[in-house]
C-alpha cells in the first residue's frame, strides 16, 4: 500500500509529468507561463482543483451512473474552479488579473479531467490524491520552469511577487521579447521536451 | 427505469449540493472580492483621471441609489477649484462580457474629464487596448454631455480601434450610459457634495 502510494505520487514528478510527458493540458501551459509567477500560480490552482476532484470523484465512484460520469466530473471540477477564482480574487487580486480567463479555464483542463477518468474513477480515495498531488506539483514545476526559461530569455530577469526581480541578467544580455510571446511558448516547449527526452534515454 | 432513476438522481444532488456550496463561498468572498476591486481597479483609474486632485476621491466616495442599481460615486476637487465626480458604468456586450469603464465627468462645464477602462476579459492584445493603449480611451476628454458619443461607424464621434470593433463599441456604450446617468442623478450629486 505504501509503496503504490508513493508511486502513484511520484509518477507524476517524472514518468507521467504533464505536460511533458502526459501532453494534456497544452492551452495553459503555453498561455501563461510568460513569467515564473503565472506559472506557479496557474500551477497551484490547478493542483488544487486536481486534489479535490480527485478525492471526490473516487469517492463517489460506485454511486455515480456510468452513462452520465462525465457530466458528473464536469459539475464536481467546474465547482472548484469556481471556488479557486473566488479565493484567488478574494486574496491574490493582481495573480488573478493576469491569469485572467485561463482560471475558469482549468474547467476543461484536459489533465484534471483525464485524471478523473483514467485513475480517481478506479482507485480509491488515498491513492487518487496522491496521483492528484503529484500530477498537480508535476505541473506546477513545469509551469515554473518553462516560465523561468521564457523569462529569463524574454526579459532577462526574474520578478516573483512583485518588488524587485531576484535574478537579473540584464546588464549583459540582452533579452528578446519572442519568448515571452506565444511562439516563443512553443520553441521553449519543445526545446525542454526535447532536452528531457535526450535524459532519459540514457 | 431504475438506472434512469439513478442518473436523474444523482445529477441532480451533485448539482444541488455544488451549487449551494458555491452560493456560501460566494458570499464569504463577497466583501474582500469588492474591497480588491476597489484597490485594483478602481483606484489606479480614479487617480489616473484625478491626477491634480486637491482631496481624496476614494475616501470621499457615497452611494447613489438609482431604479435598479446602487452607484458608488467619487467627488474630485480638480485644482482650479471646480469640482469633478467619477463613476463606473458597464458597457454591455464586450468580446469577453461586459467592460467596466471609469468615467469622470466636471460638474461645472458638463464635460468629461476623462474615461478609464477598469475590469473587462478583451482578448489580449487586441482589445485589452481599451485598457492598456490610452489612445482610444482619451478620446473621451472634453467632450461635452450633448456629444453623441458612439463609434463613427454607428453615426457618432469615436474612433474604433482597429481590430477590436466590438470592444471599442462596448466601451461607447458604457460613456453614453454614463452621460444618461449623469444627466438623471446631477441634482442628487450636487445635493451629496454640499
Not at chain 1, 508513493?6 to 510527458?21: C, Q, Y
Not at chain 2, 480588491?36 to 483609474?45: H, V, Y
Request: aromatic share 8%; charged share 15%.
Amino acid at each position: 500500500m505504501a509503496q503504490s502510494l508513493a508511486k502513484e505520487f511520484t509518477k507524476g514528478l517524472w514518468a507521467e509529468i504533464p505536460p511533458f510527458r502526459l501532453v494534456l493540458g497544452l492551452c495553459p501551459t503555453l498561455a501563461v507561463t510568460k513569467s515564473v509567477e503565472n506559472g506557479i500560480g496557474m500551477g497551484l490552482a490547478t493542483t488544487f482543483v486536481l486534489v479535490f476532484s480527485n478525492l471526490l470523484i473516487s469517492l463517489l465512484r460506485n454511486v455515480i451512473p456510468t452513462k452520465v460520469r462525465i457530466a458528473c466530473y464536469i459539475v464536481i471540477i467546474a465547482t472548484f474552479v469556481t471556488i479557486v477564482e473566488l479565493v484567488m480574487q478574494a486574496f491574490t487580486y493582481p495573480l488573478f488579473l493576469k491569469l485572467g480567463i485561463f482560471i475558469p479555464l482549468i474547467v476543461v483542463n484536459c489533465i484534471v479531467l483525464g485524471r478523473a477518468e483514467a485513475f480517481a474513477s478506479k482507485n480509491n480515495p488515498v491513492l487518487a490524491v496522491a496521483d492528484g498531488l503529484g500530477i498537480g506539483i508535476g505541473f506546477t514545476l513545469s509551469l515554473a520552469s518553462l516560465g523561468a526559461v521564457r523569462e529569463i530569455l524574454g526579459a532577462g530577469t526574474i520578478t516573483i511577487w512583485g518588488g524587485n526581480p531576484v535574478f537579473d541578467i540584464t546588464t549583459w544580455y540582452q533579452p528578446f521579447t519572442y519568448m515571452v510571446e506565444a511562439p516563443g511558448a512553443f520553441a521553449a516547449l519543445g526545446l525542454m521536451l526535447a532536452g528531457m527526452n535526450l535524459i532519459s534515454k540514457k | 427505469m431504475r438506472e434512469m432513476l439513478s442518473m436523474i438522481v444523482v445529477l441532480t444532488l451533485l448539482a444541488s449540493v455544488s451549487g449551494g456550496l458555491l452560493a456560501a463561498v460566494k458570499s464569504g468572498t463577497e466583501l474582500r472580492i469588492e474591497e480588491q476591486i476597489l484597490k485594483f481597479q478602481k483606484a489606479p483609474a480614479i487617480e489616473s483621471l484625478f491626477s491634480n486632485v486637491t482631496n481624496d476621491p476614494l475616501k470621499e466616495r457615497f452611494n447613489l441609489e438609482t431604479e435598479d442599481a446602487s452607484i458608488q460615486i467619487f467627488p474630485g476637487k480638480m485644482a482650479d477649484g471646480s469640482m469633478a465626480v467619477a463613476f463606473e458604468t458597464l458597457g454591455k456586450g464586450g468580446y469577453g462580457g461586459d467592460i467596466g469603464l471609469m468615467v469622470a465627468i466636471s460638474l461645472d462645464k458638463d464635460s468629461l474629464v476623462g474615461a478609464r477602462v477598469t475590469t473587462h476579459a478583451e482578448t489580449p492584445g487586441l482589445g485589452s487596448r481599451a485598457k492598456d493603449d490610452l489612445q482610444f480611451v482619451s478620446q473621451f476628454n472634453d467632450k461635452t454631455m450633448d456629444t453623441n458619443l458612439a463609434l463613427k461607424a454607428d453615426n457618432g464621434t469615436i474612433d474604433a480601434m482597429s481590430g477590436a470593433t466590438v470592444t471599442s463599441r462596448a466601451v461607447t456604450r458604457a460613456a453614453i450610459q454614463a452621460q444618461t446617468l449623469y444627466k438623471n442623478l446631477k441634482p442628487e450629486i450636487i445635493k451629496q457634495i454640499q
